[in-house]
């Protein structure tokens, strides 16, 4: 797959969550990528003397398959960097891009089971996947486990839901690790092995897919192997 730099202006910016936003890239030229692989995006930060250029990796949240866009679910993480640099961006606003990279990639389409264990921003490359699979009428059965400190911080709710209602093949299970006193009728807790088992159509056959911080995909890989049986070879891994 071609690696390749590109300047690209921001067409749409879509606040999601209090600390994240859904940002629409309009692409002048054809990019080749595979679903769950990430871009090197730049951007120029600080003022005067301090005033500089950084590049850092986000997962691209967009199918191949939306044709002439590129998106990115990105959560800022502190008052200076890039992050909250493209969090507070405007339409219009242009950046460099450098990629695709990454094995992290959804690639064997004759897969009859797709299981996608994600926490926080790791929604990102599953989001692609998801909206690949199922935009492409494959035959796989994809299952989404997302795991968020609070309801608050689910991101694309509603189209993770109209995702749900338009694919049969598409099912999402959410679960909050710090309810508070907000009124929560879901699971509750990290992504466990039980709640793989109360929900997963199938474990041994089942193609898996992690994203989230290291402590997280650790936890999920241990879990997978040890508690479930899942071979190492079913088990692709993204950390940030």
Request: charged share 25%.
């Amino acid at each position: 797959m071609e690696i390749k730099t590109l300047n690209l202006k921001l067409k749409t910016i879509e606040k999601d969550t209090p600390d994240t936003v859904l940002l629409t890239f309009e692409l002048n030229e054809e990019l080749e990528f595979s679903p769950g692989q990430f871009m090197m995006i730049e951007g120029v930060i600080g003022e005067g003397e301090k005033r500089k250029s950084i590049k850092r990796a986000y997962s691209i949240a967009s199918s191949p398959k939306d044709k002439g866009i590129l998106q990115f679910l990105i959560k800022q993480e502190g008052e200076k960097g890039l992050s909250h640099k493209l969090v507070n961006s405007k339409e219009g606003d242009e950046y460099g891009f450098t990629g695709p990279f990454g094995k992290f990639a959804f690639e064997d389409i004759s897969v009859k089971n797709v299981i996608l264990l994600a926490a926080g921003s790791g929604l990102a490359p599953m989001r692609s996947i998801s909206r690949y699979i199922t935009s492409t009428n494959l035959p796989a059965e994809v299952q989404l486990f997302y795991s968020v400190r609070k309801p608050i911080n689910i991101a694309r709710k509603q189209e993770l839901e109209e995702l749900k209602e338009k694919y049969p093949n598409f099912e999402f299970v959410v679960t909050v690790t710090r309810p508070d006193e907000t009124v929560w009728h879901g699971e509750i807790g990290r992504i466990n092995a039980s709640m793989i088992k109360k929900y997963a159509k199938s474990i041994d056959d089942s193609l898996f897919f992690i994203c989230g911080t290291p402590g997280m995909v650790r936890d999920m890989v241990n879990l997978l192997q040890n508690e479930l049986g899942v071979s190492q070879d079913n088990i692709n891994m993204e950390q940030w």
